[in-house]
């Protein structure tokens, strides 16, 4: 609201009958005030039986009368005006960090009190939401130190019971079975700490530029330079463009290839579509599936179905979350379903990029 707009708005009740009280008594005061002072002057009396001294006496008593209504009138209104402020305030004080659900009392109206105890509600509103929100990072992030910090100890775990019972045995370790074990436990460790690093500039940093990215010619691109243990059949439409980091989307990919190669009992396949004002890219595969229930769990971080961990590259449990935090930073979606060929089917769903403007034709140069 414009500050010229608060002086035009209608003063509330304690303020008129304050300022009618003071109006009142000047309209009475001015008036004989000038009778009297002329009545003086001139030793006039206001009836033949009034002496002067009399009527100034009248008058005198008539202005105390006159200054103690108009006292009385504010002291009342003024009275009545301070009784919600007193009452909000007695509730703002009784207000705690802990519980922000307190609402101070709202007057009816639409006068000043009215209005500062929507302004102040509506602030412990939003200071509420802040805290929810605040209380639900807090947690998560707690959980995820306890999950990143149980996923790291593992790998250590099993390289340090390598190396003391090299130390103990020394004449009975097999020195290059001994350093394979080694590498595979460190590189499990540099993947969590990579994917670790990954998570954390995705939810802290800034987005990245985009460009204009040949989504068609990417996924082939990304296909064509993996060595997988199973083939990837590509069925790929053709001028798909969307915007994005090139990179991230590329990360996408790998990690929903990993992860299809990593359950698949014989297949892959990679599908790319448009659908309405957007690119639709499955990845799918014919293995186990993923049951209903645990369809969304699985996006979380350092979740692993039973079946991933029975295997030998079971991954560190963050792929598919980074996969589908790259999909919302870029306003897309990514869930999982039963695919056709009787594994899961992953569908990545990213905006299409506007068509490029064609410049128009140039006027002809001037000779």
């Known amino acids: 609201m414009s500050p010229g707009s ?38 006039m009396t206001v009836s033949p039986l009034a002496p002067c001294w009399a009527f100034r006496l009248f008058w005198s008593a008539h202005i105390v009368l006159l ?98 019972e090299a130390q103990m045995h020394p004449s009975g370790t097999d020195l290059p079975d001994l350093m394979g074990h080694a590498l595979e436990d460190l590189d499990r460790v540099q993947g969590i700490m990579t994917d670790l ?22 996924v082939r691109a990304e296909t064509a330079r993996r060595t ?9 439409a053709d001028g798909i463009v969307i915007d994005a980091v090139p990179g991230q989307i590329a990360r996408v990919l790998t990690n929903l290839l990993d992860n299809a190669q990593r359950h698949a009992a014989g297949q892959v396949r990679v599908r790319l579509r448009r659908s309405a004002a957007q690119a639709e890219l499955v990845v799918s595969d014919d293995g186990d599936g993923v049951p209903p229930a645990d369809r969304e769990r699985i996006f979380q971080r350092f979740v692993r179905l039973d079946a991933a961990r029975s295997r030998d590259r079971g991954g ?15 306003h897309g979606t990514l869930s999982v379903h039963q695919a056709p060929i009787g594994g899961a089917g992953f569908v990545l769903r990213l905006p299409l990029s506007a068509p490029a403007e064609r410049p128009g034709p ?3 140069a001037a000779e």
């Open 362 to 364: 140039q006027p002809p």
């Open 197 to 218: 690093l990954l998570l954390a500039r995705l939810g802290a940093t800034a987005p990245q530029a985009t460009q204009r990215v040949d989504l068609t010619g990417l």
């Open 67 to 164: 200054i103690l209504l108009a006292t009385a009138v504010t002291w009342k209104m003024t009275s009545r005006t301070l009784v919600p402020v007193q009452l909000m305030r007695a509730r703002l004080a009784a207000i705690n960090v802990s519980d922000l659900s307190t609402r101070i009392p709202q007057p009816s109206g639409r006068g000043e009190i009215a209005q500062l105890a929507r302004t102040i509600n509506n602030t412990l509103g939003r200071l509420e939401q802040a805290k929810a929100s605040t209380d639900r990072a807090l947690q998560r992030q707690r959980q995820f130190a306890s999950d990143a910090s149980h996923e790291l100890r593992t790998p250590l775990a099993g390289l340090r019971v390598r190396l003391e």
């Open 6 to 43: 608060s002086s035009r708005r209608p003063r509330s009740t304690p303020a008129r009958l304050t300022v009618l009280a003071m109006a009142t008594a000047s309209a009475l005061l001015v008036p004989m005030g000038m009778v009297g002072a002329s009545a003086a002057e001139h030793g």
């Open 316 to 330: 560190t449990g963050l792929g598919l979350a980074i996969a589908r935090d790259i999909a919302t930073a870029h």
């Open 228 to 236: 997988d243990r199973h083939p990837v059949s590509l069925d790929l």
